[in-house]
């Protein structure tokens, strides 16, 4: 993938810095902070960066950049999803309006049908929003996926209900349930997301329940606070990063990674079924920097 805007504004940075003195670090950590890290965060990150770089008599910009990298390391977190074929998997995907999740669920649909090894349904369980409903129903003609739906209006923990029931009568396989996000409306909006919880829960075998969010890369620290509304919800055990191209910053997945220790698991960057990848936490830190 292409470095992103971010890596290239901080190749310009040590382009024009070439002392490495105390303005040069208090300058970086204006630019991590644009870059989505979290204040906080990026303080820490940079007080330590600079003790190593002049303990270490690191000049250099890649000596600099790679001291970074180790120290982003340790915020970023991954995780693989693998259901269990012969089992009754259920992900809940969560996520504000607006992410991309509903296309999110159809990429997750789109990559474990593609490796062959799973029965998918997809479970329209943003019953709030009509449209939403239409939308899933066409990915799922165009994917070949079948999605279980009910009406506009109906009880979303009877959709997950009657799809992890279609998995189960097929010998096991996955349930990708696409939820509302009405964010505005946060009490109703938990209410709502407890009660699917524990519906899916209830039906999905041991350890094969997962709760996801879908966060769009170019939000910023808007991302960090839709986690945290999630996160203390239902408890999340994974997130997706949607519209990750050149316009993302990119930060965004360590500072979850550090604030909550939330993994990601998979990355979008494109429109097409396909443009979905695990996420890998070495080449998303060499992108964010920039690094070859």
């Known amino acids: 993938m292409a470095k992103t805007k971010f890596a290239e504004r901080l190749k310009n940075f040590f382009g024009i810095h070439k002392n490495r003195d105390e303005e040069f670090f208090e300058e970086l950590s204006d630019l991590l902070i644009e870059g989505d890290l979290g204040a906080k965060n990026v303080f820490e990150l940079v007080d330590e960066l600079e003790k190593n770089c002049r303990s270490q008599k690191i000049?250099?910009?890649r000596g600099i950049l790679l001291q970074l990298k180790s120290r982003l390391l340790e915020f970023v977190r991954s995780v693989e999803l693998e259901p269990v074929p012969e089992k009754v998997n259920v992900y809940m995907v969560l996520g504000v309006n607006g992410v991309g999740k509903t296309t999110s669920v159809a990429k997750l649909a789109g990559f474990f049908q593609g490796s062959g090894k799973y029965n998918v349904v997809m479970a329209a369980?943003?019953?709030?929003?009509?449209?939403?409903?239409?939308?899933?129903?066409?990915h799922g003609q165009r994917l070949g996926v079948r999605v279980v739906a009910h009406q506009h209006g109906a009880d979303p923990s009877a959709v997950v209900f009657d799809g992890a029931e279609a998995v189960a009568a097929r010998?096991?396989?996955?349930?990708?349930a696409d939820t509302a996000?009405?964010?505005?409306?946060?009490?109703?909006?938990?209410?709502?997301l407890q009660k699917i919880d524990r519906v899916a829960a209830s039906k999905a075998s041991e350890g094969c329940y997962?709760?996801?969010l879908v966060i769009d890369a170019t939000t910023g620290q808007n991302g960090l606070r839709q986690a945290e509304v999630f996160h203390q919800a239902v408890g999340l055990d994974a997130v997706i990063l949607t519209k990750y191209d050149s316009t993302a910053k990119g930060g965004i997945a360590a500072a979850i990674g550090k604030e909550f220790g939330i993994p990601v698991a998979f990355i979008c960057f494109g429109e097409g079924y396909s443009?979905?990848?695990p996420f890998d936490p070495n080449q998303y830190v060499d992108e964010f920097l920039g690094l070859d």
């Open 210 to 212: 997962k709760k996801i």
């Open 181 to 192: 996000g009405r964010l505005h409306n946060k009490e109703n909006l938990v209410r709502e």
């Open 59 to 61: 000049e250099d910009e």
């Open 125 to 138: 369980a943003d019953t709030f929003r009509a449209a939403a409903i239409e939308q899933l129903q066409l």
């Open 275 to 277: 443009d979905i990848r």
């Open 171 to 176: 010998g096991g396989g996955i349930v990708l």
